[in-house]
């Protein structure tokens, strides 16, 4: 694999280096946020391992830069910011996981190998609920007439919905689609982005698209009648 290294504290940064050239990883590093874009969107990495206390422009900089400019690659946050708003912050921004420092090597490689793992091609290109639609291409979605502007977290949670279109899907389900299997993210945090989807795609619109399902997960369902019958 071909990483990128973007970490201010010297120490760790060696370590990091010299950890991933001993499991045959091809490693650049950066010690700030301007030079860490500046590399990422020049040269073509598998996987970025950023930090978010960085000098110049921090990690959330970072991680906003990098969508702007269409930066293909994956991004895997070390950090010791442990707090919820952190983590959900950072996952927002585009972030592919978030790992917590201390970290064990062995947990940071099979992080990497999860987030560079070929993703699932789709059968479409597009999927629709209704109104609601997806555009899987260019990750646009749209609600009638109306362009609703996602992170990447919250399409990666709509379309796992969409997929799966008037079934209940578990927590540990979409979890595992939004964030991957080895993710550290709790339910508290998918509660927290189902919340801000539902913000976006069913607060300003009187019908009501995505449901909580007590106990089991969340269903997105355009039939408002049947929701109502099967939580009787």
Same mark, same amino acid.
């Given at each position: 694999?071909?990483?990128?290294?973007?970490?201010?504290?010297?120490?760790?940064?060696?370590?990091?280096?010299?950890?991933?050239?001993?499991?045959?990883?091809?490693?650049?590093?950066?010690?700030?946020?301007?030079?860490?874009?500046?590399?990422?969107?020049?040269?073509?990495?598998?996987?970025?391992?950023?930090?978010?206390?960085?000098?110049?422009?921090?990690?959330?900089?970072?991680?906003?830069?990098?969508?702007?400019?269409?930066?293909?690659?994956?991004?895997?946050?070390?950090?010791?910011?442990?707090?919820?708003?952190?983590?959900?912050?950072?996952?927002?921004?585009?972030?592919?996981?978030?790992? *917590?420092?201390?970290? /064990?090597?062995?947990? &940071?490689?099979?992080?990497? @190998?999860?987030?560079? $793992?070929?993703? %699932?091609?789709?059968?479409?290109?597009?999927?629709?609920?209704?109104?609601?639609?997806?555009?899987?291409?260019?990750?646009?979605?749209?609600?009638?007439?109306?362009?609703?502007?996602?992170?990447?977290?919250?399409?990666?949670?709509?379309?796992?919905?969409?997929?799966?279109?008037?079934?209940?899907?578990?927590?540990?389900?979409?979890?595992?689609?939004?964030?991957?299997?080895?993710?550290?993210?709790?339910?508290?945090?998918?509660?927290?982005?189902?919340?801000?989807?539902?913000?976006?795609?069913?607060?300003?619109?009187?019908?009501?698209?995505?449901? *909580?399902?007590?106990? /089991?997960?969340?269903? &997105?369902?355009?039939?408002? @009648?049947?929701?109502? $019958?099967?939580? %009787?």
């Amino acid at each position: 694999m071909r990483i990128l290294v973007i970490e201010d504290e010297p120490r760790m940064l060696d370590l990091l280096r010299k950890g991933l050239q001993e499991h045959d990883c091809t490693v650049m590093t950066a010690m700030d946020g301007d030079t860490g874009v500046e590399i990422a969107t020049t040269c073509t990495f598998d996987a970025i391992l950023l930090d978010i206390g960085l000098p110049r422009r921090d990690g959330y900089e970072v991680m906003r830069a990098l969508h702007q400019r269409s930066c293909a690659s994956r991004v895997l946050v070390l950090t010791a910011r442990d707090a919820e708003d952190d983590i959900i912050r950072g996952l927002d921004l585009g972030a592919d996981d978030y790992l *917590t420092k201390p970290f /064990s090597f062995p947990e &940071l490689m099979a992080r990497l @190998q999860s987030i560079t $793992r070929p993703r %699932r091609r789709k059968t479409s290109g597009r999927l629709e609920a209704g109104e609601l639609a997806v555009d899987l291409v260019r990750r646009t979605v749209t609600r009638g007439n109306n362009h609703i502007d996602l992170s990447p977290s919250e399409c990666k949670l709509l379309i796992a919905l969409m997929q799966n279109s008037g079934q209940c899907v578990s927590r540990q389900s979409l979890m595992q689609e939004v964030w991957g299997t080895d993710s550290e993210v709790g339910q508290g945090t998918l509660d927290v982005l189902v919340n801000s989807l539902r913000g976006k795609i069913d607060a300003p619109y009187p019908h009501k698209l995505i449901h *909580t399902v007590r106990g /089991s997960g969340y269903v &997105l369902e355009r039939d408002a @009648q049947k929701m109502e $019958r099967a939580q %009787r």
